[in-house]
C-alpha cells in the first residue's frame, strides 16, 4: 500500500526559515512533487524531485533521499502570503497518479 | 489563460440528483487527471486518461461515477443518484506525457444537501 507521512500544522514567523518533512512507503517511486494549495484554490506546482540531493528554486527548495524514503521542503524568507497548507505527493503505478499526503497547514504569524 | 479550467465552480444539489462536471485541460496535454478532495485531506486519485482512453480508475470510483473524454481533449466526470458523502472538492489536472508534471485547475466544489 501507500503511506505518506506529513506533520498536520505548523506556525512560524514571517522572515524565518521552514523546513516541512515528508516520509513516504510506496510500492513503486517514480518521483516526489511538493505543491502549495491555498484555502479553497487548487494545489499549485512548486517543486519535483526524480534524483536524490537538493532542488533549488528562489525561495523554495526541495530535498530527497530516496533510499530513506524522506523528503523535506525549505522555505526561506517567510512571507504572509505563504500562510497555505503544503502538500508532498508521490509518483506511482509507473509515473501515472499521485498519491499525496494530508498536507501540512503552515501558519506565518509577524 | 492557457490553465486548466473546469465549471462549474460550485455546484448544490440534492441527494439523488445527477451532475456534471467539465474539465478543460491544457491544450496539447495528452493526460488528463481527476480527483476528489475532501476537507484536511489530500487530493485522492479518481481516474486518468491518455488522450480518449480511460487507463485506470480507483476503488474510489463506484458504478455511480463514469468519466469520458470522448475526444481526447476535455473531460467530464458525472456522478448519478447523488449522496451526502459526494460532497468534496473534485480537482481536474492534466500532463503533457506520462511522469511529468501535473497541474491542476480550480476545482469543482460539491455540495449534496
Not at chain 1, 518533512?21 to 517543486?47: D, I, M, R
Not at chain 1, 519535483?48 to 540531493?53: A, C, M, P
Not at chain 2, 473524454?69 to 451526502?84: A, D
Amino acid at each position: 500500500g501507500q503511506n505518506i507521512d506529513q506533520p498536520t500544522e505548523m506556525t512560524a514567523t514571517e522572515g524565518a526559515i521552514v523546513q516541512i518533512n515528508c516520509t513516504y512507503q510506496t510500492s513503486g517511486f517514480n518521483g516526489l512533487f511538493w505543491y502549495q494549495q491555498h484555502a479553497g484554490e487548487a494545489p499549485t506546482f512548486l517543486s519535483y524531485n526524480v534524483l536524490d540531493g537538493l532542488e533549488e528554486k528562489g525561495r523554495f527548495s526541495s530535498f530527497l533521499s530516496r533510499s530513506k524514503g524522506y523528503s523535506y521542503l525549505l522555505l526561506k524568507e517567510l512571507q504572509m502570503k505563504d500562510s497555505a497548507s503544503y502538500l508532498c505527493a508521490v509518483f506511482t503505478g509507473g509515473g501515472n497518479k499521485l498519491t499525496f499526503g494530508t498536507g501540512t497547514q503552515l501558519k506565518v504569524e509577524l | 489563460d492557457t490553465g486548466v479550467s473546469q465549471n462549474p465552480r460550485h455546484k448544490i444539489t440534492k441527494r439523488g440528483q445527477n451532475v456534471t462536471f467539465r474539465c478543460d485541460p491544457i491544450s496539447e496535454h495528452n493526460r488528463l487527471y481527476w480527483y476528489r478532495q475532501t476537507l484536511g485531506q489530500g487530493p485522492e486519485f479518481l481516474t486518468y486518461f491518455q488522450n480518449e482512453a480511460q487507463l485506470e480508475k480507483s476503488r474510489l470510483l463506484s458504478d455511480r461515477f463514469s468519466a469520458e473524454r470522448p475526444k481526447g481533449s476535455f473531460s467530464t466526470l458525472e456522478i448519478q443518484r447523488t449522496e451526502q458523502g459526494d460532497s468534496a472538492m473534485y480537482l481536474c489536472a492534466s500532463s503533457p506525457q506520462l511522469g511529468e508534471t501535473q497541474y491542476f485547475g480550480p476545482g469543482t466544489r460539491l455540495l449534496v444537501l
